[in-house]
C-alpha cells in the first residue's frame, strides 16, 4: 500500500479520532501534611509575654546555649532540650498536646499509643541570624511556636523532599501562579502566636532576620519541639 492509500484508509477508519483535549483524572498521593493554627491576640498576649519572661531568664542562666541549626557567630542563642518539663510552660505544652490529638485523629492513628513532646527548646535570634537547613531524626514530627516575631524577621522555608524533582524541574508559565502540587518551595512568615507542625523528614530553614527594631524588640523568639509517639 501507498502512502496516499494509507491516508485514505485513515480517513474512513472506524476508529474515533484522538480528542484534542483530554479530561485527566488527578490523584495526588504522598501528601506532605504542615498542620497550623493561629491563637487569638486575646489569649496568645499574656501568654507569650510569660514564655518571654522565662525564655530570657534561661538565656541570662544559660547565655551560651547549645550548638544546633543556630550560628552562635551572628548571635543565635538555643536553649536545653527539656523546657515541656518545666513549669512556665505547661500552657504550651497544653496547646501542643490538643494538637497532636487533632493529628491523630485525623491521621487515623492507633489509639493504643499516642502523640507526645519528647523534646522541646527555645531559639532566639537577633537580627542577622538564622537557621541553616536541617531536619530532626528520631521522631515523627516537629514543630514551633513563635512568641514574638517583629516585621521581616525571617521566614520558615520548607524545601521539596522530593530530590530528584529539584534535579530537572519543568518550566512554568510565567507570572502565573502555580498549582500547590507543582510548588518546590513553600514559606510561613512568623506571627507571634502561630504554631506550626510538620513532618520531622521535611528540610526546613530559617531567612536571616532582617528586623530594624532595636534590643529585644527586633529579636524572633520561637519555641520548638519534637512529638514520637508512646504507648
Not at 501528601?31 to 514564655?51: C, G, M, R
Not at 537557621?131 to 512568641?147: A, E, L
Not at 502555580?178 to 506550626?196: D, H, I
Request: with cysteine; hydrophobic share 30%; net charge positive.
Amino acid at each position: 500500500m501507498n502512502i496516499n492509500n494509507m491516508n485514505d484508509a485513515n480517513k474512513t477508519s472506524e476508529f474515533p479520532l484522538i480528542p484534542s483535549e483530554i479530561n485527566l483524572t488527578e490523584n495526588q498521593y504522598f501528601p506532605t501534611q504542615i498542620f497550623s493554627f493561629q491563637l487569638p491576640d486575646i489569649v496568645a498576649e499574656p501568654a507569650n509575654s510569660a514564655l518571654l519572661e522565662a525564655i530570657y531568664s534561661e538565656r541570662s542562666r544559660d547565655c551560651k546555649g547549645i550548638q544546633r541549626s543556630n550560628h552562635r557567630g551572628l548571635g543565635g542563642w538555643h536553649s536545653h532540650n527539656n523546657l515541656h518539663k518545666e513549669v512556665p510552660y505547661r500552657q504550651l505544652v497544653g496547646l501542643v498536646n490538643s494538637s497532636c490529638d487533632s493529628i491523630s485523629k485525623k491521621n487515623g492513628y492507633h489509639k493504643g499509643s499516642s502523640l507526645k513532646i519528647g523534646t522541646m527548646w527555645s531559639i532566639i535570634n537577633p537580627p542577622g541570624s538564622s537557621n541553616r537547613s536541617h531536619i530532626h531524626p528520631n521522631c515523627i514530627w516537629s514543630g514551633c511556636y513563635y512568641v514574638h516575631a517583629p516585621e521581616n524577621s525571617g521566614n520558615i522555608d520548607f524545601t521539596d523532599p522530593r530530590t530528584q524533582n529539584l534535579m530537572n524541574p519543568p518550566r512554568y508559565l510565567p507570572n502565573k501562579k502555580r498549582q500547590r502540587s507543582c510548588w518546590s518551595k513553600v514559606n510561613f512568615t512568623p506571627a507571634a502566636g502561630k504554631l506550626l507542625i510538620f513532618p520531622s523528614w521535611l528540610y526546613h530553614s530559617v531567612a536571616p532576620n532582617l528586623s530594624t527594631e532595636k534590643g529585644k524588640r527586633g529579636e524572633r523568639v520561637v519555641i520548638a519541639f519534637n512529638l514520637s509517639q508512646e504507648n
